[in-house]
């Protein structure tokens, strides 16, 4: 495997580094956030993207929130309240955001009531327990891919759909860790890259990934992908997920529904990668699910190209939902969850 893969999309150097996910494949720049405004705005503006990834950025950007010097440990507690608030804020339908700042909140809490806590003994906590979840979230991916690389026939072809790699992930890759997987077993594998409309998550960003990793891959337009299940030409869907509901319906990137209906269709397994961190047990279904309305602006153009006659309406909604009936199996790092999925969670879970 080429050591090229390992993309680190979110790095903590004294401050948080995020690579520029908005400028690749053409340029790889890094972006410094300073502050907690920094990284609301580089997650809402997609500089970090993909679930884990903004969850593990999120995290980091919560030691941003402790003042520099000076000040009470109420005050820095208020500020990294206000941060997390504004880091939740910033997308709604990624779970994984909500979880890393409320994990961090809760590491707050427990400085606080420590018995002669501090402001460095807050920001260097939030600093331990940040590089423990991005380190647990790579580790997770790695275990997911290989446990989902048994679901990949040596000489498959696998179709994906927007970008559940490294870089979205923090490292390794929740879907595109399974093909990783499935690589390093030595088996030979082809994916076709959906295009993934409107801003070219597979275009962009999972072709690169996957070159760079010399995995044989095809890019197709969104509108291919039915056509070359029907075909025969793809043995199994894996995508990622943002937000999963108890039920296993699943939110991920606008288009993943009619991928999933077009799979069903045609007997191709469609298969959802996702850490334990993007179930939501409090999410009973799908319809629960706040789905992120985004500037139409990004329908209406391709690279700041205008593509529509000015004045044009349009609607952007940045992901679906994937009803649980149309899902073969969602491959976590506790193990393979399938219908009915609130079993398969709580089983997973520790629970019977
Ligand atoms: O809008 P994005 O690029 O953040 O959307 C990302 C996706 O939909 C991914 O498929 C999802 O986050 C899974 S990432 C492992």
Same mark, same amino acid.
């Given at each position: ?8 999309? *979110? ?11 908005? $400028? ?23 500089? *970090? ?61 427990? +400085? ?34 290989? /446990?989902? #690389? ?13 970008? #559940?790699?490294? !870089? ?22 082809? *994916? ?10 597979? #275009? ?14 095809? !890019? /197709? ?6 056509? *070359?299940?029907?075909?025969?030409? +793809? ?20 288009? @993943? ?7 069903? #269709? ?55 939902? @994937?009803?649980?009936? $149309?899902?073969?199996?969602? /491959? @976590? ?20």
């Amino acid at each position: 495997m080429s050591p090229g893969f390992d993309v680190e999309p *979110v790095r903590w150097e004294g401050t948080l580094h995020l690579l520029d996910q908005r $400028l690749l494949p053409d340029r790889e720049a890094w972006v410094m956030c300073r502050g907690v405004s920094d990284a609301v705005e580089a997650i809402g503006d997609l500089t *970090v993207r993909g679930a884990p990834a903004i969850g593990v950025a999120a995290a980091y950007a919560m030691v941003l929130a402790v003042p520099d010097s000076g000040g009470d440990l109420g005050s820095a507690m208020t500020s990294v309240r206000d941060g997390g608030e504004a880091l939740k804020a910033a997308r709604p339908t990624a779970v994984n955001l909500a979880w890393a700042v409320d994990r961090q909140l809760e590491v707050a809490s427990a +400085v606080q009531a420590e018995s002669a806590p501090g402001i460095e003994r807050l920001r260097d906590a939030l600093l331990e327990s940040a590089r423990s979840i991005h380190e647990s979230e790579v580790a997770a991916c790695r275990r997911i891919g290989s /446990i989902g #690389a048994d679901l990949v026939p040596d000489g498959a072809s696998v179709l994906t759909h927007c970008n #559940a790699g490294a !870089l979205a992930t923090g490292g390794y890759g929740s879907a595109l860790g399974i093909v990783r997987g499935a690589v390093e077993a030595g088996k030979q594998v082809h *994916v076709w890259v959906d295009e993934t409309r409107p801003v070219l998550q597979g #275009a962009r960003l999972t072709a690169w990934e996957l070159t760079r990793a010399g995995i044989p891959n095809t !890019l /197709i337009a969104d509108v291919a992908a039915a056509s *070359v299940i029907a075909r025969g030409d +793809v043995d199994v869907v894996i995508v990622g997920a943002d937000r999963i509901a108890a039920n296993g319906d699943v939110a991920n990137k606008i288009g @993943t529904y009619g991928v999933a209906l077009a799979a069903s #269709a045609h007997s191709v397994p469609f298969v959802v990668a996702a850490p334990v961190s993007t179930v939501d047990m409090a999410c009973p279904s799908g319809d629960a699910i706040v789905i992120e309305e985004r500037d139409p602006g990004e329908v209406l153009s391709i690279h700041g190209q205008r593509i529509a006659p000015r004045g044009q309406v349009a609607a952007n909604w940045a992901f679906d939902v @994937t009803p649980h009936r $149309l899902v073969t199996a969602i /491959i @976590t790092e506790a193990g393979v969850a399938r219908a009915p999925y609130p079993e398969s969670f709580r089983y997973l879970a520790g629970g019977t």
